[in-house]
């Protein structure tokens, strides 16, 4: 379970550009549940998400995850609980061109200091239940839109996460590929894994898969309720 309490996070703060993207925001994310953070672009969902995962700190209130409070574990600590516990799937993919999909997918386990043998063996079967083993050795820059996010998807479950953070991850999909991608958070849901979303689109919002809708507007939640 993830619980903030009265975060709020200022940029530029007492500088003439001072910019406030959260205001005292207070929510608790079930486990192994579906959540999706609601709203315009602007509206902080993406600050929030960064906050969650320990990408980013706030600049005021708490984060608990699982009873142990995350706000001020030094940057050492913070690190290893990221790469231990969330698996992030970015907006814009964040796949590095040049290298092959296996190795896109085998990076962020790297730090872990595991054996090549048996991570390059984890990294094939993530490819394999996306359909991709056949294109391990395929660069980046060749893939289609939907190759891309399956690789993305394959990338942040190589250290078995137990939450997935997505932001807008149907932002560069069409109808077809957006349904497939829901397919998988089901997939993902019936795993046992959290999964926290930014989205506005409706696909994802009145998905059936969704548990639970916050909506968030100017940096403040507006509604929050289970999905319809």
Do not use: Y
Not at 11 to 33: A, C, D, H, M, Y
Not at 86 to 97: D, K, S, V
Not at 198 to 210: G, K, Q
């Amino acid at each position: 379970m993830i619980i903030l309490n009265q975060v709020s996070k200022v940029f530029n703060k007492g500088k003439q550009n001072e910019f406030v993207s959260l205001r005292e925001i207070s929510i608790t994310i079930p486990r192994q549940q579906v959540t999706v953070l609601k709203g315009p672009s602007g509206s902080g969902k993406t600050t929030l998400l960064s906050i969650i995962g320990g990408m980013s700190r706030p600049t005021s209130g708490r984060v608990t995850l699982d009873g142990r409070e995350t706000t001020s574990l030094p940057e050492r600590f913070l690190a290893a609980l990221r790469r231990e516990t969330f698996g992030f799937i970015f907006q814009q993919f964040n796949l590095i061109n040049g290298i092959s999909i296996l190795e896109n997918v085998m990076l962020p386990a790297v730090p872990n200091g595991e054996r090549h043998a048996p991570l390059k063996g984890r990294a094939m079967d993530l490819l394999a239940m996306f359909g991709l083993e056949a294109r391990a050795a395929t660069r980046v820059e060749l893939l289609s839109g939907g190759e891309m996010q399956r690789v993305a998807i394959a990338r942040a479950l190589i250290n078995n996460p137990r939450v997935i953070i997505a932001d807008e991850p149907t932002a560069h999909l069409d109808s077809k590929l957006s349904g497939e991608l829901i397919t998988i958070i089901g997939r993902l849901k019936q795993e046992g894994r959290t999964i926290i979303m930014a989205s506005h689109d409706p696909l994802v919002c009145d998905a059936a898969v969704v548990d639970n809708l916050v909506e968030i507007r100017d940096g403040e939640i507006s509604d929050s309720a289970p999905a319809k």
